[in-house]
Structures are given as structure tokens and as C-alpha cells.
């Protein structure tokens, strides 16, 4: 099992950038792929990024391609969000989550995840 623990969120201008932090407890964290995702307030929850345990592989929503980078830290046991060029639409409670998996497959599907974090808020201002 694992616990996961967001950070970084916070309030950010149209333009900038903010990194967020997940980490994750347990000596296994490498065995995980992991995925980001967001709700923003009357939304579902949709996908915004995931990356494979080795951090080989990535996967991102069209609506940040070109503008969010996955990354993982296995020897921290932490997974990043980089978020730059921030729109107000980004505006939204981020979640990371894990999901127990070797290889290179890794899946935008939340259903497929096991394990969540509490989300951080992220806002932009217009």
C-alpha cells in the first residue's frame, strides 16, 4: 500500500508557473506508475498527466501538452508536476495517484488508479 500527500498548490497569474510535489510513502514507489489528475469546482475529475514506473514513458491530456512536464524522483519517492504557461482554466484541485504496475504501459483511465492523495488547490488568476 501507499499514501500519497500533494503539495506546492497555491494561487499563480495567468502565465506563470508553479511546480507540485507528490509523495509517497512505502519502499515500493518505483514499482508504481503514476498519474495526475484534476477537478475543477462542477467538473469530473479528468486526466492531465501519468508516467510509467522508470519514468520512461509519458502521457499527457491535450489540453497541457506542450505546457505541464510528468517527472519522478524513485529515489525520493516523489512524482512532480511542472506547470507552466498557466491559464485560469488550469484553476482546479489536483490529485496525484498511483497504481501498482511494471512496464511501459501507463493509463489516463482514473478508474484504473488504486491509490489517491488529498488533492492541492491550484488557482490562476486572469
Known amino acids: 500500500q501507499v499514501q500519497l500527500v500533494e503539495s506546492g498548490g497555491g494561487l499563480v497569474q495567468a502565465g506563470g508557473s508553479r511546480r507540485l510535489s507528490c509523495a509517497a510513502s512505502g519502499r515500493t514507489f518505483s514499482s508504481y506508475a503514476m498519474g495526475w489528475f484534476r477537478q475543477a469546482p462542477g467538473k469530473e475529475r479528468e486526466f492531465v498527466a501519468a508516467i510509467n514506473w522508470s519514468g520512461g514513458n509519458t502521457y499527457y491530456a491535450d489540453s497541457v501538452k506542450g505546457r505541464f512536464t510528468i517527472s519522478r524522483d524513485n529515489a525520493k519517492n516523489t512524482v512532480y508536476l511542472q506547470m507552466n504557461s498557466l491559464k485560469p482554466e488550469d484553476t482546479a484541485v489536483y490529485y496525484c495517484?498511483?497504481?501498482?504496475?511494471?512496464?511501459?504501459?501507463?493509463?489516463?483511465?482514473?478508474?484504473?488508479?488504486?491509490?489517491w492523495g488529498q488533492g492541492t488547490q491550484v488557482t490562476v488568476s486572469s
Open positions: 495517484a498511483a497504481v501498482r504496475r511494471l512496464g511501459w504501459t501507463i493509463s489516463g483511465d482514473p478508474l484504473e488508479y488504486d491509490y
